[in-house]
């Protein structure tokens, strides 16, 4: 059987879908659906291909005990469409350039990342490249609450 694949997008791809990224790719893991979820994670901007994540990026995703610092980073390819079932924006900017470059007829979800979240208050996770320790704590935040409703919804809808 085909692996659900997911696809987490945002501007650099070194801060907040990495971090999503990572995250999920955990979650999934202590479910032990590693087997049917695969994940990964691009920019719409070229800037930081085959870069590690930013630093304050992994020590912030280390203080809740994920490692990030494998991923590299990638540009958000058309030729994606072909392949991702969720392709997830981490705001409305991105998705605006995935909607774009999305093909006629995609059967797949293209929608903000935060849509699959129990909170209100953020319909997307903040840029926290520009700013302090608390942007970067505020997007671990949201994309722990974003993963576990990505998680229910993937087992209810496949
Ligand atoms: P990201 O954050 O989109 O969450 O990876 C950014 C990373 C780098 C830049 C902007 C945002 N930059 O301007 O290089």
Redesign the pocket.
């Known amino acids: 059987m085909k692996k659900v694949a997911v696809l987490f997008v ?9 971090t999503a990224h990572g995250l999920f790719r955990q979650l999934v893991a202590e479910h032990n659906l590693s087997h049917c979820i695969e994940i990964e994670s691009a ?1 719409t ?1 070229g ?2 291909i085959d870069e590690p994540p ?1 630093p304050r990026s992994v020590s912030a995703a280390k203080s809740r005990g994920c490692d990030i610092s494998d991923l590299r980073g990638r540009k958000f390819e058309a030729v994606d469409f072909n392949h991702y079932d969720y392709i997830l924006a ?1 705001d409305t900017a991105n998705l605006d350039h995935l909607i774009e470059l999305c093909p006629a007829g995609y059967s797949g979800e293209v929608k903000l990342f935060l849509d699959y979240s129990s909170q209100a208050k953020y319909r997307e996770v903040p ?3 520009h700013g302090g320790t608390k942007g970067f704590e505020l997007v671990l935040d949201l994309i722990e609450d974003g993963c576990n409703g990505l998680l229910n919804t993937i087992k209810k809808e496949k």
């Open positions: 945002c501007l650099g791809n070194i801060c907040r879908s990495p920019g901007s800037w930081h930013d981490m840029d926290p490249y």
